[in-house]
RNA sequence: GGCCCGUUGGUCAAAGGGUUAAGACACCGCCCUUUCACGGCGGUAAUACGAGUUCGAAUCUCGUACGGGUCACCA
């Protein structure tokens, strides 16, 4: 076989040779040690948590090291592309806070090692092929879809291994007359690869997160470039990542199962082997089962949800260290207000087993992170939020600012901060009662205890009331209050001796509690009414005493 | 079905031949507290199973079971 000829004639508008495309990707010059990591993600539409832990882990090794971290898009497969899908995946990363130093932009490149979507590269991997074809390592094959489907009926009637290889690469050695033939009949075709390997031999693999591996050798004759002349990711990661220059790349492990394919791709090229790290999924429970993050069926995990429930960023991009590396939380009791980027990230702490994503787990990190937080910091995000989300909250969260951040500095601060929100949707229950128009009262919680008294202490509580009392005189009038009506003014008196009184004076400022705030649970009640119009107090106390 | 990866409490996980098998979340109890939240103290709960190697195994080996992944002109 005159494999020159069939390079040429399969791709006579190839003039550049495979060295004159290497110049143009020359080493980078960077640190002793410095990584160089990609995101390459498929304009799809559709950002999901999984993306962004494999993210983090490409953005950690690069920048802790040094080195560079880039975007690639990977737009070789036109039926899963959807428009805007670039932009999405730039104001992803953008919000979450994984700055790339180069790669795709909106509409064009940043950077020397482009261009950055593989859409547009079609020429060079052509180059390349159309070398493996003159070397004898790759050929044109004509089967249509019908005829590979028959293959596989095939195969597995027989209890054979599936796919393109051994006696079923039909078309491995087809002769050049007949190519030719059926290149001149306008038949349609792919370039596959003429995999040298067989299920005999084992390949052996160091992964940085997996460990130790021996494989399988590939020995399917991959398609290389699909019949629209655009490569398939194989053979664009092995191109792509070779002349970019990538030390690491980080992936999910399910491309564990086509690695060998990969190694024996840049071992026939000649190119250097990069360092793989096949992180473990992520996995969800559905019924019974554990099964890994799928984008079809967990739309709740898709990065806009959590940006419309209002989960911080931070509080995810925590939550995912701490699934990352097990040793996060305890460097984070350690380092409260350190930045998580100088967590020493390790890919070797991560775990080889798939974990579970845990919602409670979740908002715990994220109650800890916004509980770090100073109220002038979490009044700005909230307020972003609610613009987007919520707008009718987001006027009454705005209406007087100097209101809403006394408030959110309620326990706020010191040693025992105060951890009563998760996610911003949640704000608007948690402070509602300031607001007039959303408050609507829940007099249920009333104490028993005070069954008798409750609607005569709100009365003469209105008489007594002055919003320019201290906290201890206003606590005073409380404890006299009680006195009043038979109630220990002390907690202490009354554990002492419980049959002397009704309650404790705790029952009596809980009626005053339910009346104002509308609820049992609330902060501080003297700092909220603090806030609070006198005029707005008085009404809330009276109406009370009515129910 | 072939190939590959995995399996420590409900969840995330530490322990890399010798520990009473950490810790966190969740749950339960107690304490603190004018409510709640926070915080403190305590508790329930785990090495999938079976062989082997060894003085000694969660840890090494093999088998079984179970879970996951993959076997496209998708990535």
């Given at each position: 076989m005159d494999t020159i000829r069939l390079a040429q004639l399969l791709f006579p508008d190839v003039t550049e040779t495979p060295e004159q495309v290497e110049a143009r990707y020359p080493a980078r010059e960077l640190p002793e040690g410095a990584k160089v990591t990609r995101m390459a993600p498929s304009p799809t539409g559709f950002m999901h948590l999984g993306n962004l832990f494999g993210a983090v882990v490409d953005e950690r090794l690069a920048h802790q090291s040094g080195g560079i971290f880039y975007l690639r898009i990977e737009d070789t497969d036109k039926k899963r592309e959807v428009e805007g899908g670039v932009e999405l995946i730039l104001d992803t990363f953008r919000k979450f806070g994984l700055?790339?130093?180069e790669g795709a932009t909106v509409d064009g490149d940043n950077g020397a090692y482009g261009p950055y979507r593989q859409s547009r590269r079609a020429s060079i991997y052509h180059v390349f092929v159309k070398q493996l074809v003159e070397r004898g390592y790759a050929y044109p094959c004509f089967c249509t879809e019908e005829e590979l489907a028959e293959m596989r009926a095939q195969q597995e009637a027989n209890k054979e291994n599936f796919g393109y290889y051994g006696k079923y690469a039909k078309y491995r050695d087809c002769p050049l007359e007949e190519i030719e033939s059926r290149i001149a009949n306008g038949e349609s075709y792919v370039i596959r690869f003429r995999s040298p390997g067989s299920i005999e031999n084992k390949v052996r693999h160091t992964d940085l997160v997996k460990g130790n591996l021996e494989l399988t050798e590939n020995d399917q004759d991959i398609v290389l470039l699909k019949s629209d002349g655009i490569p398939t990711y194989h053979f664009a990661h092995v191109v792509d990542d070779h002349l970019m220059h990538t030390t690491h790349v980080v992936r999910g492990e399910e491309w564990l199962a086509t690695l060998p394919v990969h190694l024996q791709l840049f071992d026939v090229m000649g190119w250097k082997r990069p360092k793989y790290v096949h992180t473990a999924q992520l996995m969800k429970m559905d019924g019974g089962s554990k099964r890994k993050l799928s984008k079809r069926k967990d739309p709740e995990l898709a990065l806009s949800y959590y940006y419309q429930q209002g989960i911080p960023v931070p509080a995810v991009m925590e939550y995912l260290m701490t699934l990352l590396n097990s040793n996060f939380e305890e460097w984070r009791r350690a380092n409260p207000d350190a930045s998580i980027n100088d967590f020493p990230f390790s890919p070797k702490k991560m775990s080889v087993s798939g974990s579970l994503f845990d919602m409670e787990k979740l908002r715990d990190v994220s109650k800890n992170v916004i509980s770090r937080m100073t109220a002038d910091e979490v009044y700005d995000l909230v307020s972003a939020w609610s613009a987007d989300n919520d707008p009718e909250f987001h006027a009454l969260f705005v209406r007087s600012p100097e209101t809403t951040r006394a408030f959110l500095s309620i326990g706020r601060g010191g040693k025992k901060p105060r951890?009563?929100?998760?996610?911003?949707?949640?704000m608007k229950a948690y402070m509602d009662f300031l607001f007039p128009e959303l408050f609507r009262p829940d007099y249920s919680g009333m104490p028993e205890s005070t069954a008798d008294d409750a609607k005569a202490i709100l009365t003469e509580y209105q008489e007594i009331y002055?919003?320019?009392?201290e906290m201890s005189v206003w606590f005073d009038k409380i404890k006299a209050l009680a006195d009043r009506h038979g109630f220990a003014p002390e907690t202490k008196l009354y554990k002492k001796n419980p049959e002397a009184y009704k309650g404790p004076v705790g029952d009596v400022s809980m009626v005053l509690r339910v009346a104002v705030?509308?609820?049992?649970?609330?902060?501080?009640l003297y700092s909220v009414m603090q806030l609070m119009d006198r005029g707005e107090i008085l009404r809330r106390l009276s109406a009370a005493a009515q129910a």
């Amino acid at each position: 076989m005159d494999t020159i000829r069939l390079a040429q004639l399969l791709f006579p508008d190839v003039t550049e040779t495979p060295e004159q495309v290497e110049a143009r990707y020359p080493a980078r010059e960077l640190p002793e040690g410095a990584k160089v990591t990609r995101m390459a993600p498929s304009p799809t539409g559709f950002m999901h948590l999984g993306n962004l832990f494999g993210a983090v882990v490409d953005e950690r090794l690069a920048h802790q090291s040094g080195g560079i971290f880039y975007l690639r898009i990977e737009d070789t497969d036109k039926k899963r592309e959807v428009e805007g899908g670039v932009e999405l995946i730039l104001d992803t990363f953008r919000k979450f806070g994984l700055p790339f130093d180069e790669g795709a932009t909106v509409d064009g490149d940043n950077g020397a090692y482009g261009p950055y979507r593989q859409s547009r590269r079609a020429s060079i991997y052509h180059v390349f092929v159309k070398q493996l074809v003159e070397r004898g390592y790759a050929y044109p094959c004509f089967c249509t879809e019908e005829e590979l489907a028959e293959m596989r009926a095939q195969q597995e009637a027989n209890k054979e291994n599936f796919g393109y290889y051994g006696k079923y690469a039909k078309y491995r050695d087809c002769p050049l007359e007949e190519i030719e033939s059926r290149i001149a009949n306008g038949e349609s075709y792919v370039i596959r690869f003429r995999s040298p390997g067989s299920i005999e031999n084992k390949v052996r693999h160091t992964d940085l997160v997996k460990g130790n591996l021996e494989l399988t050798e590939n020995d399917q004759d991959i398609v290389l470039l699909k019949s629209d002349g655009i490569p398939t990711y194989h053979f664009a990661h092995v191109v792509d990542d070779h002349l970019m220059h990538t030390t690491h790349v980080v992936r999910g492990e399910e491309w564990l199962a086509t690695l060998p394919v990969h190694l024996q791709l840049f071992d026939v090229m000649g190119w250097k082997r990069p360092k793989y790290v096949h992180t473990a999924q992520l996995m969800k429970m559905d019924g019974g089962s554990k099964r890994k993050l799928s984008k079809r069926k967990d739309p709740e995990l898709a990065l806009s949800y959590y940006y419309q429930q209002g989960i911080p960023v931070p509080a995810v991009m925590e939550y995912l260290m701490t699934l990352l590396n097990s040793n996060f939380e305890e460097w984070r009791r350690a380092n409260p207000d350190a930045s998580i980027n100088d967590f020493p990230f390790s890919p070797k702490k991560m775990s080889v087993s798939g974990s579970l994503f845990d919602m409670e787990k979740l908002r715990d990190v994220s109650k800890n992170v916004i509980s770090r937080m100073t109220a002038d910091e979490v009044y700005d995000l909230v307020s972003a939020w609610s613009a987007d989300n919520d707008p009718e909250f987001h006027a009454l969260f705005v209406r007087s600012p100097e209101t809403t951040r006394a408030f959110l500095s309620i326990g706020r601060g010191g040693k025992k901060p105060r951890k009563d929100v998760a996610f911003w949707s949640e704000m608007k229950a948690y402070m509602d009662f300031l607001f007039p128009e959303l408050f609507r009262p829940d007099y249920s919680g009333m104490p028993e205890s005070t069954a008798d008294d409750a609607k005569a202490i709100l009365t003469e509580y209105q008489e007594i009331y002055d919003p320019a009392d201290e906290m201890s005189v206003w606590f005073d009038k409380i404890k006299a209050l009680a006195d009043r009506h038979g109630f220990a003014p002390e907690t202490k008196l009354y554990k002492k001796n419980p049959e002397a009184y009704k309650g404790p004076v705790g029952d009596v400022s809980m009626v005053l509690r339910v009346a104002v705030c509308g609820r049992t649970n609330a902060p501080d009640l003297y700092s909220v009414m603090q806030l609070m119009d006198r005029g707005e107090i008085l009404r809330r106390l009276s109406a009370a005493a009515q129910a």
